[in-house]
């Protein structure tokens, strides 16, 4: 199958039902979106597929064949950050990190869509990914100073 | 101010040696004369030399060997050890360092010693030196137990300064200028004409010269760093998913693992493994204990053939079904499971006895779970000659030793590669990863393997949270509380925990009790009770251990006798507290939540009090009772740990720790049916979500005479708060966790 990851396109050699996740993890080595649940509960695998937040464990990698796959290395680098992230360093939101990816992947997409949301709107979207640390109360503030980045950009 | 005459001679010796290209400042475990026997059996490999800070030509390293479970640990070693080294994030690097017995925590030791915290006598302090000296003599290197910050507070700046000083001793020797004509900053010796000598260019002198000693730490007005807002080194890499955690290693030709073990926790009578081994991908499916290990080429296909595999389970070596346990535990509060009477003042059976009425309560608090996001595994390779294995654990030297086990090694050969963890709340104090990993290694010599478990064998192999009782007797009069008698029934996670790697604990289990006996209450009549029931399923300890079960039974119980009384219970709690420090305390989370100030209608506002690993925490927490159920509106919370290391992280770790106190008290629990977890992912165990989290005020008091660690406090006194407000609100008192049971959240 052919898969287009992060603007690069890609040959791989898979089973049709392998969840995109472990196309991503351990074909391809791109490393960002994470295994936490297996079952979309959780959300630490997000990814955007034409650009917006899919589950990449409970999409199969058939399903992502030649659609536009972005994985957190493809929103931002350190060196050149996309607007949630620098508002996700700016709020120093992590802790663990672990499901972080994926909190950002779901915000990018939900501000594309709103770029003025609500604060019941935010709580409503970010709502589907988990993070057993807590960073809640500093995701809600990153999510608004970058919906004001994005605004203003 | 702490010199090193003060402390470092008694607890270690810094030095410094060559290494290549340049030099290390660290200290030596020496063996050495000492009239204590205890301390008279160092072995020899305990002599060596444990670097924190290594400098060569090429750059600046400095070890952080308190693993980051996402606490921010290595930043916060790191901020240490730089303070008094005059170095900036960004200009060294850091490593965990191999496991090492002169990495010994100094923090964990004291605190077993059987004294509230709040008790500076003499009895309680030798109490404390002698626990600490145990704890040097048997080297445990240990992360938990919010004690990587009282561990590392005074030993990593002892090692900056000794480091800073040696440098700037080779720049005098190496430029001729007198070391008072010095300055440090920036990682650079600054010479009196303003020209810089970089530390890296200093390295190869100062190897050559004996290091200083006498050296003494910075008075607190001069910090640069320590109690400044600072940036966590892994923001930005965590921020990008440019982090490598241990889940996210490779290695070319390496293997994938997977593992499906008895989730009775007994053997395996026998498997059929023929269909798994067809399947795409599998290389090997091997006999581990208890369960097989499938060895595939993608870790989703060795999950996939882990489920093709049928095993046949032994029984549980513990009661099949939950209600068993319950009984087990409520039939232990008898005088043959008394494990200590912790506290005992005035006379309470007098005065129940006595008492026209008297108040009673039960209460409950299941098992549950740990469940990090990232789930557990590690990366390993086994030859004959050494074991190099990959991964992040709370006791790295415990999991050599279980390692040497499995493959036979000498304990020097197995090499750990401490790694960012995604998240641990006890977790990774255990080893199940650690020796599946080794014997999977063990059986495939010369091969790289990575090992992860699926969310369903985690869940299914993790080892929750102890079960446990509490029956509370009390009597109140003249709007005042006067008894308080606590009974406590639990399975000694403890026990548990360290019976798994074969130490025994003797001695009661203070955590059975902890933050139930230590109350800093003048109660006339305050006895508690703790009683042992014996192991059940197996535990551990989960995020702040005993105070999370025995401190939500305590402030519960004490809050329904205020009310008995017809008293404030933030006056009432004020008034019977002997501890000037959590005065501030509850006086700083009331005047910060308005307490007093009318609620509408349907809502309700609660307070609690725990005391913790030393620190005394108070919440107040609003909610309102809606349609749809209770929501959590605000939480005000003031914590004392004498001295803030990072506002910013420190803000993080009390939310978080909130966040996690509230989210398993509202719906979270393990149940056990034909001997297995009836949980197995997020969504029957589901924590706190986003809607539901509250506001949450942070205050950080430092009245504390001693520094404390903040990872766990926050989390004992947020189910009692939460149970208080909702009874305010409603009317409704909830005695078991999770909540849920009783209560619909929104």
Redesign the interface.
Known sequence: MRLTVNRATYEVD??DD??L??AL???L?I?????????A??G?CTVHLDGIAVRACSITTKQAEGREIT???GL???DA?HAV?EA??EH??????????GQ?MSAASFLSMHPEPTDEQI??A??A????????????EAVKAAAAKLQGA | MASIGKIARRTFLVGSVAIAGGVAFGYYAVKKPHKNPLLDDLANGEAAFNPWVKISSEGVTLITPHTD????AYSMQAALIAEELDIEFGQFDVDPGPPAAAYYNTAIGPEIAPFRSTDESFQANAAREFFGAVGKLTGIQGTGGSSSVPDSFEKLRLAGAVARETLKKAAAEQTGVAIEDLKTANGAVILPDGSELKYTELAATAAEIKPVQNVTLRDPSQWRLVGKPM??M????????????G??L?FENMH?ATVKVNPRRGPMLSYDASAAEAM?GVKRVLPVTNGVAVIA?????A?KAAEAITCDWGPAPYPAEQEDHWNAVANSFTAEHLDNEWRHDGDADAALEAADSVVEAEYRAPYVAH?????IGAVIMVTDARVDIWVGNQFPRFAQQQIADVTGHDVDDIHIYGQ??????GHRLEFENVTLAAEIGNQMRGEIIKL?F???EDFAQDFPRQITMSRGKGVVGNGKVDTFDLSIASVSASESQFGRIGLSSPGPDGQIAAGAWNMPYAIPNYRMTAYKTHELAPTSSWRSVGASTAGFFADSFLDELIHAAGADPVEERLRLMDHDVSRKVLEAAAEMSNWGSPLGPNRGRGVAFVESFGVPVAEVIEVTMTDAGIKIDKVFIAADVGKIVDP??FD??V??????GL?HAMNCEITYSDGMAQQS???AH????????P??IVRGLENAEKIRGVGEPPVPPAAPALANAIFAATGKRIREMPFNKHIQFV
Not at chain 2, 234 to 245: A, E, M, N, Q, R
């Open positions: 898979v089973e392998m969840p996740l472990w993890r351990d074909e080595k490393k960002g979106p994470k295994y936490g649940c297996g079952i509960q959780c630490a994985t957190i290395e931002g680098t350190p950050l992230q996700w360093v120093q939101v992590v802790q663990c990190g672990y499901c972080q990816p950002i709580d409503q970010m709502s990914n988990l993070c057993r640390c807590g960073t809640y109360p500093r995701i809600r | 479970l996402g606490q921010g940036q966590r892994d923001i930005v890499p965590k921020s990008t998913g440019t982090l490598t955690f889940i996210d490779e994938h795409r080429d993608n870790t989703w296909r999950f469940q990090p996001l990232e789930p960012y963890v995604g998240g641990s709340f992860t699926s969310r369903e910013v992280n993080n770790q939310k978080g720790g909130v966040v996690w989210g992912n997020y969504h589901e924590g706190m979500r986003l809607h539901q989290c506001e949450i």
